[in-house]
């Protein structure tokens, strides 16, 4: 049986990773989920790899909210470095989802993209355990988790 880590955050304003957690289990089995809730963005790097070296996750979903200061994306790129090298050091992927605040003009639309590039990294993750092939079917169709898709570059003829 696969596990899948799940790493959010108390600073993000929206529950990420419920929404999470809820679009893995509709989307199948064969796995089960560990999560940690660290304080804030910086923490991820450390919560996954402990997800993968603790709690033996075959792979991890990273779910963060930067908030809207200049501050917060520089941690959000420094969290992002990190991630990467322990998806490195591990030789394990981790799908990292982070919401901008500034991406959405209301409460109510960051709760909405909160929800859907959860659920469609979730998917995402889904895919790279399970189901790699319909990835690559998907390649080049410019697919956009939280927002609408931007399609494919077409040629003109």
């Known amino acids: ?14 529950d990420l990773a419920a929404y999470a957690v809820r679009a893995l289990r509709a989307r199948g089995t064969g796995f089960k989920l560990v999560r940690r809730t660290v304080p804030g963005i910086k923490d991820l790097p450390v919560a996954c790899r402990r997800l993968f070296v603790e709690d033996g996750a075959d792979l991890c ?18 969290a992002s470095l990190g991630l990467l090298f322990t998806g490195v050091l591990e030789a394990k992927p981790i799908v990292e989802c982070f919401v901008f605040e500034d991406e959405a003009s209301s409460d109510a639309e960051l709760e909405t993209l909160g929800r859907r590039r959860a659920e469609e990294h979730a998917l995402n993750a889904y895919a790279l355990l399970f189901r790699p092939h319909d990835l690559a079917r998907r390649a080049g169709e410019g697919l956009r988790q939280g927002f609408p898709d931007a399609g494919p570059a077409r040629r003109a003829r």
């Open 1 to 14: 049986m696969k596990k899948v880590g799940v790493a959010d955050t108390t600073f993000a304003r929206v």
């Open 61 to 78: 979903l990273a779910l963060g909210m930067p908030g809207r200061a200049e501050y917060d994306k520089t941690c959000a790129h420094e």
